[in-house]
């Protein structure tokens, strides 16, 4: 009983340290999964359908984990996985996770041409609802899904208005320029007698 207990808890840690290396140009998930079978223990169990169409462009992996290869393969996509023993279990993600697996929080700090810090500057993501204003000290922090193609608005009264498509950044600052020309005049030409 002692040696069958002590060769499965030697085996299950074998496995979670296998090595693989690929690779691959504008392969699918299907192709990466055959391949980590064949160079590992590990079998993969998935509804065909919800991987055939998740495709990677290139793939370069050499005597990585396959933890750390799957971990890397599903970090953008809204496919979840598990590992029991020797089996990896491929989900489509449900929902909800999807969307929280895409959030993000972005920080910055809104200074006028000159570097003063803007309170109270809304900071806002185009076509939502979704807004902020920055703080005393210019200083703000939004929180968003990433939907792709998201553009962040940053506005102050007086000053244009600039807009910033979000590229994955976790922190933008901004410089925003006045709108207004201010007149000088010299009141003493004014007052003439």
Excluded: C
């Excluded at 002590?6 to 296998?18: D, I, K, P």
């Excluded at 929280?100 to 700090?109: A, L, M, R, S």
Aim: charged residues 25%.
């Amino acid at each position: 009983m002692f040696l069958g207990i002590s060769l499965f808890f030697s085996n299950n840690v074998y496995s979670q340290n296998q090595k693989v290396s690929l690779n691959l140009k504008d392969s699918n998930l299907y192709e990466i999964f055959k391949l980590i079978s064949n160079q590992t223990d590990y079998k993969f169990i998935y509804n065909k359908s919800i991987v055939e169409n998740e495709r990677i462009i290139d793939l370069k992996i050499e005597n990585k984990s396959v933890k750390v290869v799957l971990k890397y393969l599903f970090d953008k996509r809204i496919l979840e996985y598990k590992i029991k023993d020797n089996l990896i279990v491929i989900n489509k993600m449900s929902e909800q996770k999807s969307l929280q697996k895409n959030i993000v929080i972005i920080k910055g700090v809104i200074k006028d041409d000159e570097g003063f810090r803007l309170p109270g500057a809304p900071v806002s993501i185009e076509g939502t609802s979704i807004k902020t204003l920055t703080n005393i000290d210019g200083e703000y922090s939004l929180k968003f899904v990433n939907t792709g193609n998201i553009k962040i608005i940053f506005s102050y009264a007086g000053f244009y208005s600039k807009i910033v498509n979000y590229k994955g950044q976790k922190n933008i600052d901004v410089i925003l320029f006045p709108s207004i020309q201010i007149l000088e005049w010299d009141s003493s030409s004014y007052f003439q007698k």
